[in-house]
């Protein structure tokens, strides 16, 4: 069956440095992959979209890469703030020629910056 | 304020009551979405309506469950005979069909929080 996962456990990091998440897949074919952001009780803001033919993607402090070989992606946040802090999920989604319009998310990771 | 409408926030209920919530989304989008979440888990896909069609619906979606989007503008769920298990966030979306591949962004309501008792 199809899987998603990103790192369980909450990701604490010190003001400053760079935040990196990962999102693997398995038993999924996507024609893009898209990164929300989530804070508590609130709804995913989508953050940047990266399509299968791409390696890498940018937005101001925001990275991300996508390797549909070793079926993975990561996020990355530079010069990370404690407004960063938030839960980040990645969305999987196959396009117009299958599956439909939907996105699949995984299970998000909890990112924490601290002073 | 211009994004996705949930209503209403919260919602509590007793077991084997009938509930129903409304999602009004960003206006000029013709795609909508709906989607469940409980704690620790990301959304999951319920059913998606392009303008007032539903084109496909999860096996989550039990036929308990019901939602519509009559005109193609607002959308309603409804759950009838609640069960404790039912207790999660509903989560709305929309998005514009865009030409060729396009990128199906979806913007997100702040959703409706059901606890079930």
């Known amino acids: 069956s199809q899987k998603i996962e990103q790192n369980s456990e909450a990701l604490n990091i010190q003001e400053g440095k760079t935040a990196t998440l990962t999102c693997n897949y398995t038993?999924?074919?996507?024609?893009?992959l898209q990164w929300y952001r989530q804070d508590p009780g609130r709804g995913p803001v989508f953050l940047l979209l990266?399509?299968?033919?791409?390696k890498e993607k940018r937005k101001e402090r925001l990275k991300v890469t996508f390797d549909t070989t070793l079926k993975q992606s990561l996020f990355h946040i530079t010069a990370s703030q404690p407004a960063d802090s938030a839960t980040y999920l990645c969305?999987?989604?196959?396009?117009?020629?299958?599956?439909?319009?939907?996105?699949?998310f995984g299970t998000g990771t909890q990112l924490k910056v601290e002073l | 304020d211009t994004g996705v409408s949930q209503n209403p926030r919260h919602k509590i209920t007793k077991r084997g009551q009938n509930v129903t919530f409304r999602c009004d989304p960003i206006?000029?989008?013709?795609?909508l979405y709906w989607y469940r979440q409980t704690l620790g888990q990301g959304p999951e896909f319920l059913t998606y309506?392009?303008?007032?069609?539903?084109?496909?619906k999860s096996r989550l979606l039990s036929d308990r469950f019901s939602a519509e989007r009559p005109k193609g503008s607002f959308s309603t769920l409804e759950i009838q005979r609640t069960e404790q298990g039912d207790s999660a966030m509903y989560l709305c979306?929309?998005?514009?069909?865009?030409?060729?591949?396009?990128?199906?962004?979806?913007?997100f309501g702040a959703g409706t929080r059901l606890s079930v008792l």
């Open positions: 979306a929309s998005s514009l069909k865009p030409p060729g591949q396009g990128k199906n962004i979806q913007y």
């Open positions: 038993n999924y074919s996507p024609a893009y």
């Open positions: 990266i399509r299968e033919n791409e």
């Open positions: 969305a999987l989604g196959r396009g117009l020629t299958g599956g439909g319009n939907k996105l699949t």
């Open positions: 206006s000029e989008h013709n795609r």
């Open positions: 309506f392009q303008n007032e069609a539903q084109l496909e």
